[in-house]
């Protein structure tokens, strides 16, 4: 069974920074991309980041380009958002995901971290 | 960058009626399309993929339909889990998003 776990969020003051972390199991973790979504308050979802399997390529949104940085380990079957210059817009639950082979398309999701940007 | 709209914003229908959801490309997408359900609380669903594949363990009162600029996502006879927030994604490097759908219990 594809289970994925954040952990990681929590209140952090305006200009701060955070390290979510997703921890995979159930299948073969660097055979996948892996990508960020979120969703702020009252809004959609909104995609965030995504890593190659080989951790080799990554892509971001341009709201968060330059802020956060994804990365990932496979020998311990994680991926990380590091999230620094944290902003009241970046409020939000933040959701690991794992995608069909080859496609976009996102079969798997965690229950998602909540990220509170506040002083 | 390729603009996904969906309508209507809200559906307010009674179990048993049948849900027509409808997500619009601002440019031809041929069939690289998905939906997804996302309930309060719970993480998004995958329901259809490419237009019109439904993901494993979906039911089959869930069907979605269309290509190029225009798709459909039907649910034939609303159970009251189905009551939620629909998205429509593009298969895309950015996975883009619509703005999402409510349906809700009339």
């Known amino acids: 069974e594809v289970q994925l776990l954040e952990s990681g969020g929590g209140l952090v003051q305006p200009g701060g920074s955070l390290r979510l972390s997703c921890s995979a199991s159930?299948?073969?973790?660097?055979?996948?991309?892996m990508r960020w979504v979120r969703q702020a308050p009252g809004k959609g979802l909104e995609w965030v980041s995504t890593?190659?399997?080989?951790?080799?390529?990554?892509a971001y949104a341009d709201s968060v380009k330059g802020r956060f940085t994804i990365s990932r380990d496979n020998s311990k079957n994680t991926v990380y958002l590091q999230m620094n210059t944290l902003r009241a817009d970046d409020a939000a639950i933040y959701y690991c995901?794992?995608?069909?082979?080859?496609?976009?398309?996102?079969?798997?999701w965690g229950q998602g971290t909540l990220v509170t940007v506040s002083s | 960058e390729i603009v996904l709209t969906q309508s209507p914003a809200t559906l307010s229908l009674s179990p048993g009626e049948r849900a027509t959801l409808s997500c619009r490309a601002s440019?031809?997408?041929?069939?690289?399309l998905a939906w997804y359900q996302h309930k309060p609380g719970q993480a998004p669903r995958l329901l259809i993929y490419?237009?019109?594949n439904r993901a494993t363990g979906i039911p089959a009162r869930f069907s979605g339909s269309g290509s190029g600029t225009d798709f459909t996502l039907t649910i034939s006879s609303l159970e009251p889990e189905d009551f939620a927030v629909y998205y429509c994604?593009?298969?895309?490097?950015?996975?883009?998003f619509g703005q999402g759908t409510r349906l809700e219990i009339k």
């Open positions: 994604q593009l298969r895309s490097n950015s996975i883009t």
């Open positions: 440019q031809s997408v041929s069939s690289y």
């Open positions: 890593v190659s399997g080989r951790g080799d390529k990554t």
């Open positions: 490419d237009a019109s």
């Open positions: 159930g299948f073969t973790f660097a055979s996948y991309d």
């Open positions: 995901t794992k995608g069909i082979a080859g496609t976009y398309y996102l079969d798997y």
